[in-house]
């Protein structure tokens, strides 16, 4: 039994900014095992991933560095193309291949406190995996991937199609601004996460770029600030960053609000440099002191 254990693909992302041209893994796997893994272990954690073979030196190197990692094997591995301009709020993205998704015989026998379901692509979990977790377990879902549809390798915003089926299994869902919008048509994140209550989640987790976070739990709201990092390199993984800090805080009983500055600092610190989050827990607290 592990405290947290997040499942998802592990990628291979070709990241082009107005700088440079960047080939390396990635995929909320990736971000979040590296984000956990440079913390103290007061948090035991499991990476549960699928890849092709051309994906298998990644996980050889994630188990090097002391990461616990069930692979499953997958006929392709998820590849990812990000392009960014001058806002690193906003990418284009084209998928030029594909991972299998995850099935339930594949998470049999794997137990957690919490599940992280890190989403890429909108049928990467069944409703039936969901299912089947959320009863022996908390579910915290990255939104991203069930809104991501993909159409001549282009990626496009898609309905959540399986919504009314998840949300009520959910109890923490992070999504960001523009997700938002799709998830509920509203541009205003406290009636969207008051929707979302309702429907049967019970944190849930707003990020909104340079303007902060927000968080809504037990009908009460959390404005989280965004702390200013020291350059802006690059966004990949950031939201991964900041799932893999609030849950590390949550799980040991941290509360709503020290959870949010504690995660937004990890997502400053991993804004300034290409690659996941590579700092510590020193240089994080300093920031939100």
């Not at 938002?180 to 987790?205: C, K, N, T, Y």
């Amino acid at each position: 039994m592990t405290d947290i254990c997040c499942i998802g693909h592990i990628t291979h992302d070709t990241i082009i900014t107005p700088q440079n041209r960047v080939d390396m893994a990635g995929g909320t796997a990736f971000y979040f095992a590296h984000a956990i893994r440079r913390l103290p272990p007061a948090v035991s954690f499991r990476l549960v991933t699928k890849v092709g073979h051309d994906g298998l030196a990644e996980v050889e190197r994630l188990r090097a560095s002391g990461v616990d990692v069930m692979c499953h094997g997958s006929a392709h591995t998820v590849y990812f193309e990000n392009t960014y301009g001058a806002d690193a709020n906003h990418r284009s993205q084209r998928v030029l291949a594909k991972a299998d998704p995850f099935t339930v015989d594949e998470l049999q026998g794997v137990e957690s406190r919490i599940f992280h379901l890190g989403s890429l692509l909108d049928d990467d979990f069944s409703p039936e995996l969901v299912s089947d977790l959320a009863s022996r377990s908390r579910i915290s879902i990255d939104v991203q991937g069930f809104l991501r549809g993909v159409r001549d390798r282009e990626v496009y915003p898609t309905a959540w199609r399986t919504k009314a089926d998840v949300l009520p299994q959910t109890d923490i869902l992070k999504l960001n601004e523009h997700e938002m919008m799709i998830v509920s048509e509203s541009d205003d994140p406290h009636e969207v996460a008051r929707q979302l209550a309702d429907s049967g989640v019970r944190e849930v987790v707003i990020t909104l770029g340079s303007y902060g976070s927000l968080i809504y739990a037990e009908g009460r709201f959390y404005e989280i600030p965004a702390y200013q990092p020291t350059a802006v390199v690059d966004a990949t993984g950031c939201g991964d960053t900041y799932s893999a800090g609030y849950l590390y805080c949550r799980s040991q009983g941290v509360g709503y609000e020290a959870a949010g500055k504690f995660a937004a600092a990890m997502c400053t610190l991993k804004l300034e440099h290409n690659g996941p989050f590579d700092r510590t827990i020193e240089e994080v607290q300093k920031i939100v002191k």
